[in-house]
Protein backbone atom coordinates (compact mmCIF):
# COMPACT_ATOMS: atom_id res chain seq x y z
CA UNK A 1 0.00 0.00 0.00
CA UNK A 2 1.44 3.26 -1.43
CA UNK A 3 1.05 6.04 0.88
CA UNK A 4 0.38 9.68 0.11
CA UNK A 5 2.28 12.93 1.37
CA UNK A 6 -1.25 14.04 2.83
CA UNK A 7 -1.60 10.69 4.57
CA UNK A 8 1.03 10.61 6.31
CA UNK A 9 0.86 14.42 7.13
CA UNK A 10 -2.76 13.46 8.61
CA UNK A 11 -0.97 10.89 10.66
CA UNK A 12 1.46 13.22 12.36
CA UNK A 13 -1.09 16.21 12.64
CA UNK A 14 -2.74 13.42 15.97
CA UNK A 15 0.81 13.41 17.35
CA UNK A 16 1.97 15.40 20.60
CA UNK A 17 5.80 15.60 19.93
CA UNK A 18 7.11 16.05 23.63
CA UNK A 19 10.75 15.98 24.87
CA UNK A 20 9.61 12.14 25.83
CA UNK A 21 7.04 9.74 23.89
CA UNK A 22 5.10 11.19 21.05
CA UNK A 23 1.88 10.64 22.43
CA UNK A 24 -1.08 9.54 19.57
CA UNK A 25 -4.55 12.05 20.06
CA UNK A 26 -6.97 10.89 18.42
CA UNK A 27 -8.95 7.61 18.61
CA UNK A 28 -7.75 4.98 20.97
CA UNK A 29 -9.32 1.20 21.45
CA UNK A 30 -10.23 -0.30 24.48
CA UNK A 31 -7.07 -1.19 25.54
CA UNK A 32 -5.29 2.26 25.50
CA UNK A 33 -3.78 1.96 21.58
CA UNK A 34 -4.05 4.88 19.00
CA UNK A 35 -6.37 3.66 16.02
CA UNK A 36 -5.55 5.22 12.68
CA UNK A 37 -7.14 4.13 9.14
CA UNK A 38 -5.17 3.38 6.26
CA UNK A 39 -7.69 3.12 3.31
CA UNK A 40 -10.51 0.82 4.66
CA UNK A 41 -8.59 -0.46 7.49
CA UNK A 42 -7.62 0.40 10.94
CA UNK A 43 -4.25 -0.07 12.06
CA UNK A 44 -2.82 0.32 15.59
CA UNK A 45 -1.10 3.77 15.07
CA UNK A 46 2.26 2.77 16.51
CA UNK A 47 2.55 0.16 13.63
CA UNK A 48 1.78 2.89 11.29
CA UNK A 49 4.70 4.99 12.99
CA UNK A 50 6.74 2.06 12.07
CA UNK A 51 5.45 2.36 8.97
CA UNK A 52 6.21 5.57 7.85
CA UNK A 53 9.19 5.34 9.78
CA UNK A 54 10.74 1.72 7.91
CA UNK A 55 8.49 1.78 4.77
CA UNK A 56 7.43 -1.70 5.47
CA UNK A 57 4.55 -3.54 7.29
CA UNK A 58 6.25 -5.63 9.94
CA UNK A 59 4.92 -9.39 9.82
CA UNK A 60 5.99 -9.32 14.16
CA UNK A 61 4.87 -7.42 16.98
CA UNK A 62 5.64 -3.93 17.52
CA UNK A 63 6.26 -2.97 20.45
CA UNK A 64 6.81 -0.25 23.11
CA UNK A 65 10.41 -0.15 24.69
CA UNK A 66 8.59 2.87 26.85
CA UNK A 67 5.18 0.95 27.66
CA UNK A 68 3.18 4.26 27.01
CA UNK A 69 0.63 2.61 24.80
CA UNK A 70 -0.46 5.58 22.97
CA UNK A 71 3.55 6.61 22.47
CA UNK A 72 4.35 6.39 18.44
CA UNK A 73 7.76 7.81 18.75
CA UNK A 74 9.91 5.97 16.17
CA UNK A 75 12.85 5.22 18.66
CA UNK A 76 10.43 3.73 21.64
CA UNK A 77 9.61 0.82 18.76
CA UNK A 78 10.84 -2.32 18.53
CA UNK A 79 9.68 -5.27 16.60
CA UNK A 80 9.35 -8.94 18.14
CA UNK A 81 7.77 -12.32 17.78
CA UNK A 82 4.13 -12.84 20.28
CA UNK A 83 6.10 -14.52 23.19
CA UNK A 84 8.83 -12.03 23.13
CA UNK A 85 6.35 -9.24 23.53
CA UNK A 86 4.80 -11.27 26.07
CA UNK A 87 8.00 -11.86 27.96
CA UNK A 88 9.00 -7.97 27.40
CA UNK A 89 5.52 -6.92 28.99
CA UNK A 90 6.27 -9.71 32.15
CA UNK A 91 10.05 -8.66 32.62
CA UNK A 92 8.58 -5.06 32.71
CA UNK A 93 5.82 -6.21 35.77
CA UNK A 94 2.76 -4.95 32.97
CA UNK A 95 1.30 -9.19 33.18
CA UNK A 96 -1.69 -9.45 35.27
CA UNK A 97 -1.04 -12.26 37.78
CA UNK A 98 -3.25 -14.53 39.14
CA UNK A 99 -2.20 -13.39 42.48
CA UNK A 100 -2.65 -9.75 43.01
CA UNK A 101 -5.94 -10.13 41.59
CA UNK A 102 -8.60 -8.62 43.73
CA UNK A 103 -10.28 -12.19 43.90
CA UNK A 104 -7.19 -13.71 45.83
CA UNK A 105 -5.87 -10.66 47.56
CA UNK A 106 -9.00 -10.06 49.51
CA UNK A 107 -11.40 -13.25 48.65
CA UNK A 108 -13.03 -11.71 51.83
CA UNK A 109 -14.83 -9.36 49.77
CA UNK A 110 -15.54 -11.70 46.92
CA UNK A 111 -19.61 -12.73 46.93
CA UNK A 112 -19.51 -16.26 47.66
CA UNK A 113 -22.61 -18.70 47.67
CA UNK A 114 -25.92 -17.26 48.58
CA UNK A 115 -24.20 -13.86 48.63
CA UNK A 116 -23.84 -14.01 45.07
CA UNK A 117 -26.39 -12.11 43.32
CA UNK A 118 -26.82 -15.29 40.75
CA UNK A 119 -26.88 -18.00 43.13
CA UNK A 120 -30.27 -20.34 43.00
CA UNK A 121 -29.18 -22.43 45.38
CA UNK A 122 -28.81 -21.46 49.47
CA UNK A 123 -26.02 -22.99 51.91
CA UNK A 124 -28.83 -24.87 53.38
CA UNK A 125 -29.50 -26.72 50.29
CA UNK A 126 -25.81 -27.23 49.39
CA UNK A 127 -25.34 -28.68 52.72
CA UNK A 128 -28.03 -30.89 52.36
CA UNK A 129 -26.86 -32.06 48.74
CA UNK A 130 -23.38 -33.30 50.36
CA UNK A 131 -24.64 -34.98 52.83
CA UNK A 132 -27.38 -37.25 51.04
CA UNK A 133 -25.19 -38.13 48.18
CA UNK A 134 -24.17 -41.40 48.16
CA UNK A 135 -22.68 -42.09 44.72
CA UNK A 136 -25.50 -44.49 43.19
CA UNK A 137 -25.52 -44.45 39.63
CA UNK A 138 -28.40 -42.18 38.55
CA UNK A 139 -28.32 -40.20 41.88
CA UNK A 140 -26.83 -36.60 40.40
CA UNK A 141 -29.70 -36.75 37.78
CA UNK A 142 -32.39 -37.47 40.55
CA UNK A 143 -30.76 -34.78 42.72
CA UNK A 144 -30.51 -32.21 39.86
CA UNK A 145 -34.47 -32.82 38.84
CA UNK A 146 -34.97 -32.28 42.84
CA UNK A 147 -33.64 -29.05 43.42
CA UNK A 148 -34.18 -27.92 39.74
CA UNK A 149 -30.86 -27.48 38.53
CA UNK A 150 -28.35 -28.98 35.83
CA UNK A 151 -26.52 -32.25 36.45
CA UNK A 152 -23.15 -30.14 35.88
CA UNK A 153 -24.38 -28.32 38.83
CA UNK A 154 -24.62 -31.01 41.84
CA UNK A 155 -21.66 -32.58 40.16
CA UNK A 156 -19.88 -29.67 41.01
CA UNK A 157 -20.91 -29.56 44.23
CA UNK A 158 -20.49 -33.29 45.20
CA UNK A 159 -16.86 -32.96 43.84
CA UNK A 160 -16.39 -29.68 45.69
CA UNK A 161 -15.81 -27.78 42.54
CA UNK A 162 -18.40 -24.96 43.63
CA UNK A 163 -19.43 -23.75 46.69
CA UNK A 164 -15.84 -24.48 48.35
CA UNK A 165 -15.85 -22.02 51.28
CA UNK A 166 -18.42 -24.92 52.62
CA UNK A 167 -16.44 -27.44 52.31
CA UNK A 168 -14.83 -28.71 55.79
CA UNK A 169 -11.32 -27.19 56.37
CA UNK A 170 -8.48 -29.38 55.54
CA UNK A 171 -6.27 -30.06 58.14
Known sequence: MRLTESWADRFWSHVNKTSTCW???????????????VGQRPQLAHRVSWYLTHEYWPDLCVCHKCDNRPCVRPDHLFTGTRAENMADA???????MKFLNGRHT????????????????????IK????????????????????????????????????????????
Request: proline residues 2%.
Open 128 to 171: RIRVSFTGRKGEMSYLAKVFGVRHSTIWNIVRGKTWKHLLPVQK
Open 23 to 37: VWTASTNSNGYGWFR
Open 90 to 96: SRKGRMA
Open 106 to 125: HPELTARGETNGRSVMTDEL
